[in-house]
């Protein structure tokens, strides 16, 4: 479902380089070819923190119980409806989250964190935080 936050994401790409703001993907590891299939969704920079520093000093986790959530598997069926599949590679178990980071003591402007498998950030909310950025002159 992350290939389909991706996408969405980078529907904004041309707004976000009118605005001088990068798209970045900030992944917790690459296994097989997980980055190459990941990239036709996402339009911007990918890096890899194997370390999982950005992650907190406290990994957000939705263990296997998560699977019996309602929310969780409408929202698989969601993203398999739009044409999205996932991979069964790695460790699929940590939350992930959407952030708007502004540079210098701006910080952070928007923080969208999972609370289930496939909780997307609604795209609106991104772009009206990254045009409260105040570029450093």
């Not at 990068?22 to 299939?37: C, M, S």
């Not at 992650?55 to 019996?68: A, D, E, K, N, W």
């Not at 928007?110 to 909310?125: I, P, Q, S, W």
Request: proline share 4%; hydrophobic share 40%.
């Amino acid at each position: 479902m992350c290939r389909e936050e991706a996408s969405a994401l980078s529907s904004l790409k041309p707004q976000l380089e009118e605005l001088g703001v990068p798209l970045v993907a900030v992944v917790k590891e690459d296994i097989g070819t997980e980055i190459r299939d990941f990239r036709p969704h996402f339009a911007g920079d990918i890096y890899i923190d194997e370390q999982k520093r950005f992650y907190g000093p406290v990994q957000r986790r939705m263990g296997g119980l998560g699977f019996i959530r309602l929310g969780v598997w409408q929202n698989f069926r969601r993203a398999w409806r739009s044409g999205y599949q996932g991979n069964m590679n790695g460790e699929g178990f940590v939350l992930g989250g959407v952030f708007v980071i502004g540079p210098a003591e701006q910080g952070i402007l928007l923080e969208h964190r999972e609370k289930e498998f496939g909780d997307k950030v609604d795209t609106a909310n991104v772009l009206e935080a990254v045009k409260k950025i105040v570029p450093v002159k």
